[in-house]
């Protein structure tokens, strides 16, 4: 009777468990979806707040840059114009601001295009040449050759004496100039610090008070620096006969007035990060390379600089497209003057925007990102190469 009892019993608990199992399971995937779900749920304000902030606007301002705005009683109407806005800046009353004047480049001006073409020629025939030779590879090698030598010879064809250059043109003074100028300054000051000089703690400090100024007060500092009739060095201007010199009355001294102030304000930048890449590197390879008769040109050059390169090719790619949108030194030193002779794209669509002009400005702003896109593209392909072949 017991067996017979506990078999029945076991019967009955079986049946029981039988009867459980498919809601435990049904449970067990309601959880994992439920967990699946709760992921989505709390990374979608984020991506909603992404797509708020940058992707709707970019859409929105790729229209307005096909379109034109006009004011109507009432309200405001959007025509949609097509490639009118860029037509207008290559080839309509915004050409000679975008992209300047033209005019026959001198000797020099012509070498150097010569030389740059040969040198893209050259390149693209090593490339088709070599074994890692693809026809994608050599497809956008082509369109970097083409639109390379079209920037070039619009730099040969208005930096001369009759010529003048654009936004386009001065923006890109801005930046190459601008970061070649404070990398090395930065450099020179991080390896100067590193070596056993007395203060050399405080001026570390003092190299990063730039830093803490913001970009408009810096522009309003050196606007009062480089007024040679009642700023402050107005003794100093006076000592070395340029009392009566205007650095806003030149196109090339206004450049240069707003390079010196950039530079000024951005060379800490600079400075902080090559010094944590110095101060990273190993002590003890440097000082095997002296014991081995090494002198101090060769240690930098086959020890420090290959050790701190990936942080250099970084810091100028961030500082570089950082460059692009410079606005607030020539807005308030010079008001992008004379003329428009220090005028940015940045700058430029700043003042379409203030006149209404919302689809030249977002133009001038698209044109912008292209140009942002295609240098960085260029410049991280050239890094990705090095590094691959080293």
């Known amino acids: 009777m017991q067996i017979e009892r506990s078999n029945q019993d076991s019967t009955q608990a079986g049946v029981i468990l039988a009867a459980r199992l498919p809601n435990q399971g049904r449970l067990q995937a309601l959880t994992g979806q439920g967990e699946r779900w709760t992921g989505s749920v709390f990374i979608f304000p984020a991506v909603l707040v992404v797509l708020l902030l940058s992707v709707f606007p970019l859409v929105i301002s790729l229209y307005l840059s096909l379109a034109r705005l006009k004011f109507v009683p009432g309200g405001f109407q959007i025509n949609f114009v097509g490639l009118a806005n860029y037509n207008k800046l290559f080839f309509g009353g915004e050409q000679g601001r975008f992209l300047g004047k033209l005019a026959a480049p001198s000797l020099l001006g012509w070498l150097i295009l010569i030389v740059v073409v040969v040198l893209m020629i050259y390149g693209l025939v090593g490339y088709g040449r070599s074994s890692r030779f693809t026809v994608s590879g050599l497809f956008w090698r082509v369109v970097t050759v083409i639109i390379t030598g079209l920037l070039v010879w619009l730099v ?63 522009a309003y500092m050196f606007r ?8 402050p ?10 009392a009566n010199f205007s650095w806003i009355n030149n196109p090339w001294s206004a450049r240069t007035a707003i390079l010196i102030a950039d530079t000024w304000q951005w060379t800490p930048f600079m400075f902080i990060v090559l010094l944590a890449a110095l101060e990273g590197q190993s002590v003890e390879t440097i000082e095997a390379a002296l014991v081995d008769g090494a002198n101090r040109w060769q240690i930098f050059r086959y020890i420090i600089l290959p050790g701190i390169l ?26 992008g003057g004379p003329g428009t002779a220090t005028q940015s794209m940045t700058f430029q669509a700043f003042t379409l925007w203030r006149t209404l002009d919302l689809g030249g400005s977002a133009a001038v702003a698209y044109m912008l990102l292209f140009v942002v896109t295609f240098v960085a593209m260029v410049y991280v392909n050239l890094i990705r190469r090095r590094f691959t072949e080293a």
């Open 156 to 218: 040969v064809w208005t930096i001369n004496s009759e010529g003048r250059p654009g936004t386009l043109i001065t923006t890109l003074i801005y930046v190459f100039v601008g970061i070649l100028v404070q990398y090395l300054i930065g450099l020179g000051l991080a390896l100067l610090t590193t070596q056993q000089l007395p203060g050399r703690r405080f001026f570390r400090v003092v190299y990063l008070l730039p830093m803490m100024i913001t970009p408009v007060g810096v």
């Open 224 to 231: 009062m620096m480089t007024d040679t009739g009642k700023g």
């Open 233 to 242: 060095f107005t003794p100093i201007w006076q000592a070395v006969g340029l």
């Open 310 to 335: 990936p942080v250099s090719l970084t810091v100028v790619l961030i500082r570089m497209i950082e460059s692009f949108k410079i606005i607030d030194l020539p807005n308030v030193m010079t008001n």
